[in-house]
Nanobody, 124 residues
Framework: QVQLVESGGGEVQAGDSLRLSCAASGRSFNIVATGWFRQAPGKEREFVSAISWSGGTIYYADSVKGRFTISRANAKNTVYLQMNSLKPEDTAVYYC?????????????????WGQGTQVTVSS
């Protein structure tokens, strides 16, 4: 089994920044992809960003492109999501997810393991 623990969420004002972390433990794989998703109240879980094992492949949702940056520190089994210029519409529970293999999916159904989520609230 794989355990994913997100941290770094909180309540901020519009324009502020936060850095989320996703720490993995348990079973290890040679190659994994890690994604960030978010879910606002009453809405479906949506893709935010994803990164390959090497960091050479990165995807962002259009809504966060230019404001969010995903990165990873494989030695620490941790993936980060730096969120700048936060907007009220970024308010959601943010989840990280992991899937073994070289592909970097952007849909929820393709990820095998999920964290419990961390709340991000942005006030105007």
């Amino acid at each position: 089994q794989v355990q994913l623990v997100e941290s770094g969420g909180g309540e901020v004002q519009a324009g502020d920044s936060l850095r989320l972390s996703c720490a993995a433990s348990g079973r290890s794989f040679n190659i994994v992809a890690t994604g960030w998703f978010r879910q606002a109240p009453g809405k479906e879980r949506e893709f935010v960003s994803a990164i390959s094992w090497s960091g050479g492949t990165i995807y962002y949702a259009d809504s966060v492109k230019g404001r969010f940056t995903i990165s990873r520190a494989n030695a620490k089994n941790t993936v980060y999501l730096q969120m700048n210029s936060l907007k009220p519409e970024d308010t959601a529970v943010y989840y990280c997810a992991l899937v073994p293999g070289p592909r970097v999916p952007i849909t929820t159904t393709e990820y095998s393991y999920w964290g419990q989520g961390t709340q991000v609230t942005v006030s105007s």
